[in-house]
């Protein structure tokens, strides 16, 4: 006899508020689009003003952008209001904003390892912050855009590794607490997607970029922003505690101990005793670059003296 698979509860979009960080292009700019296919009224979040009136354009006069670093709290609490006096609520956040550096610890700027932090993870707790209690009030939906990389590690992705992690950590602790007035918080955990910033990574980067192509099964493949997009459309209905795109990276985090445990760390030290050194070679060749020529959000708030 078939076993029938347990379908979760769908809340449409329809008629929903859904505010995305990092909406301007990548994954944000392409979920936003298809939360209004089926709906949803958009707020886009981020820093590059043409790029989200141009997507918001797109999308349609119902929808609107605003301009806000996900670093600074009033930034983001002005887009909140600026939403809520719009459409006369919030229903769904989606953390999205995120930055990769390029550099290992020995290479990097202090800058690069702190703003890493600031925007992955600070950035997706005061995005969460500011729209929370807006979002309490129609017992919404909380997503954050976390990583593969917050239960898989490369030599370069220190400083995103455990922003990505702690992006992780927080959503599940963030679930508990909200759980008694009906908020749902999910994390998300693509591996490489078509975006600008893994392409600006690996045109920058030729080492980093054939290690990527040799990681086993998921770990080594891109997938489309486009299938991306629908598998967290799809969970801003669903409201499931987890996304992994593509969905076999969950087999990935389910046997988490494995792939960063001691065996399979030795056999990642003898691969990245003769990689790392060719890394950091690439990065020296950049001449003090240090973030993909489309990482907006790495050059915000930067003190022209440092």
Same mark, same amino acid.
């Given at each position: 006899?078939?076993?029938?698979?347990?379908?979760?509860?769908?809340?449409?979009?329809?008629?929903?508020?859904?505010?995305?960080?990092?909406?301007?292009?990548?994954? &944000?700019?392409?979920?936003?689009?298809?939360?209004?296919?089926?709906?949803?009224?958009?707020?886009?979040?981020?820093?590059?003003?043409?790029?989200?009136?141009?997507?918001?354009?797109?999308?349609?006069?119902?929808?609107?952008?605003?301009?806000?670093?996900?670093?600074?709290?009033?930034a983001l609490a002005a887009a909140v209001q600026q939403t809520v006096d719009t459409f006369g609520g919030l229903d769904i956040v989606v953390a999205n904003a995120g930055i990769a550096p390029l550099t290992?610890?020995?290479?990097?700027?202090?800058?690069?390892?702190?703003?890493?932090?600031?925007?992955?993870?600070?950035?997706?707790?005061?995005?969460?912050?500011?729209?929370?209690?807006?979002?309490?009030?129609?017992? &919404?939906?909380?997503?954050?855009?976390?990583?593969?990389?917050?239960?898989?590690?490369?030599?370069?992705?220190?400083?995103?590794?455990?922003?990505?992690?702690?992006?992780?950590?927080?959503?599940?602790?963030?679930?508990?607490?909200?759980?008694?007035?009906?908020?749902?918080?999910?994390?998300?955990?693509?591996?490489?997607?078509?975006?600008?910033?893994?392409?600006?990574?690996?045109?920058?980067?030729?080492?980093?970029?054939?290690?990527?192509?040799?990681?086993?099964?998921?770990?080594?493949?891109?997938?489309?922003?486009?299938?991306?997009?629908?598998?967290?459309?799809?969970?801003?209905?669903?409201? &499931?505690?987890?996304?992994?795109?593509?969905?076999?990276?969950?087999?990935?985090?389910?046997?988490?101990?494995?792939?960063?445990?001691?065996?399979?760390?030795?056999?990642?030290?003898?691969?990245?005793?003769?990689?790392?050194?060719?890394?950091?070679?690439?990065?020296?060749?950049?001449?003090?670059?240090?973030?993909?020529?489309?990482?907006?959000?790495?050059?915000?708030?930067?003190?022209?003296?440092?």
């Amino acid at each position: 006899m078939a076993t029938l698979r347990r379908q979760r509860p769908r809340t449409p979009l329809s008629g929903r508020t859904v505010l995305i960080t990092g909406a301007a292009r990548g994954i &944000g700019a392409e979920l936003a689009r298809r939360a209004a296919t089926r709906g949803a009224r958009v707020a886009l979040v981020g820093l590059e003003p043409e790029q989200l009136a141009r997507v918001a354009a797109e999308l349609g006069p119902e929808h609107l952008w605003a301009e806000a670093d996900v670093t600074d709290a009033d930034a983001l609490a002005a887009a909140v209001q600026q939403t809520v006096d719009t459409f006369g609520g919030l229903d769904i956040v989606v953390a999205n904003a995120g930055i990769a550096p390029l550099t290992t610890v020995m290479t990097s700027s202090a800058h690069a390892l702190a703003r890493t932090i600031e925007v992955n993870l600070i950035g997706a707790m005061l995005t969460t912050h500011a729209a929370l209690p807006e979002i309490a009030k129609g017992r &919404g939906h909380v997503l954050l855009i976390s990583s593969a990389a917050a239960f898989t590690v490369l030599p370069g992705m220190s400083a995103y590794c455990a922003a990505k992690a702690g992006v992780e950590r927080f959503g599940d602790a963030l679930r508990l607490e909200v759980a008694h007035r009906g908020v749902t918080v999910g994390s998300a955990h693509p591996t490489w997607i078509d975006t600008d910033l893994v392409r600006d990574t690996e045109a920058a980067l030729p080492t980093f970029a054939a290690t990527r192509k040799q990681l086993p099964g998921p770990l080594g493949a891109c997938t489309s922003v486009e299938a991306c997009a629908d598998a967290l459309v799809e969970n801003l209905e669903t409201r &499931g505690r987890r996304v992994f795109v593509p969905g076999s990276v969950g087999v990935v985090s389910a046997l988490r101990q494995l792939v960063t445990g001691v065996v399979a760390e030795k056999v990642a030290m003898r691969v990245s005793a003769e990689r790392v050194p060719q890394l950091e070679r690439d990065i020296r060749a950049l001449n003090g670059q240090e973030f993909g020529k489309n990482s907006v959000n790495a050059r915000a708030k930067v003190d022209p003296a440092a």
